[in-house]
């Protein structure tokens, strides 16, 4: 089994991701951006259920720390598994923001497309030679892109363009056999945004066939079937999880 690299692992449906992988028998490389401790934890329960995980810094908005983050992420392959190669990656860190359309500052603008389309593009492309065959990239999207809702215009126009961006890399990457999928999950109770009030929650909840919001684990076991060899023949697909949100 292979290696991992989950961007955003420290919390939220990342943390959760590292944990299914490793339960799965894949190492995991997760990556942390404020919160060193959180990852040390995820790092810790996965080593506790005898999985193996190393946790490295990387700010996916800073594209011009890539080539360091790589050569980290090479010394954790020959240092913690004996390789170089990777058999997966997940581009999923990510951050929220409420704002209307009218007032969304252009440094908005610019953070947001930095971190969930720029940072995913070239990130991937920094570890594309290091891909095995056969290997998985999934993209965190969000179920924004299906369904517009007021205050998140920047965000879900990224996604949307991540999930562009997704059947591009199946397209152009086929030929090594790498297959690529976005997971767009509706509302997920993880800190994303500062998290769901009482109010806001039960309204997603009454919009929600399966009448509740999702957990990060919802998602976890989504991307990691994706990873591993029982989504080996779903490929260029965005796959909702949201239980049947506004259907
Ligand atoms: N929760 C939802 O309802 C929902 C719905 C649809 C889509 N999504 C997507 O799912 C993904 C995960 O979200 P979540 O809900 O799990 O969020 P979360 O609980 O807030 O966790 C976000 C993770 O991303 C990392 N991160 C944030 N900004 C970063 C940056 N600039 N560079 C590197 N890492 C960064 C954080 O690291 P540190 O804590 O170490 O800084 C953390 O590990 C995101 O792409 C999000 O857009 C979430």
Redesign the pocket.
């Known amino acids: 089994m292979g290696v991992i690299v989950i ?9 959760r991701t590292a944990e299914q992988v490793a339960q799965r028998g894949m190492g995991v490389i997760l ?6 401790d ?2 040390d934890e995820v790092v810790r329960r996965i080593t506790e259920a005898g999985g193996k995980a190393v946790a490295l810094k ?4 800073d594209v011009g720390s890539f080539e360091a983050f790589r050569a980290a992420v090479l010394a954790a392959l020959r240092q913690s598994w004996d390789t170089t190669t990777l058999a997966g990656l997940v581009n ?5 923001l409420f704002n209307p359309l009218e007032s969304v500052s252009e440094a908005q603008f610019d953070g947001l497309f ?3 389309l720029k ?1 995913p593009f070239f990130l991937t492309q920094t570890f594309l030679p290091h891909l095995e065959e056969g290997a998985s990239i999934v993209n ?5 892109t299906r369904v517009a809702t007021a205050g998140v215009a920047p ?1 879900a126009a990224f ?1 949307g363009g991540l999930e562009v961006l997704t059947r591009y890399m199946a397209k152009e990457f086929g030929d090594r056999r790498i297959r690529a999928n976005a997971v ?10 500062g998290g769901l009030d009482d109010e806001f929650e039960a309204m997603l909840a009454a919009q929600t066939a399966l009448g509740r919001v ?1 957990e ?1 684990d919802d ?1 976890a076991r989504v991307i990691a079937m994706l990873l591993s060899d029982d989504g080996a023949w779903i490929n260029a697909q965005t796959l909702e999880v949201a239980g049947g949100y506004i259907i």
């Open positions: 961007t955003g692992g420290s919390r939220g449906i990342g943390a990556t942390y951006n404020q919160h060193p959180a990852a990387l700010d996916v908005a999923n860190a990510g951050y929220g930095d971190v969930h940072g965190l999207t969000s179920a924004t965000y996604k767009s999950p509706g509302a997920i109770r993880t800190e994303l945004g999702g990060p998602v």
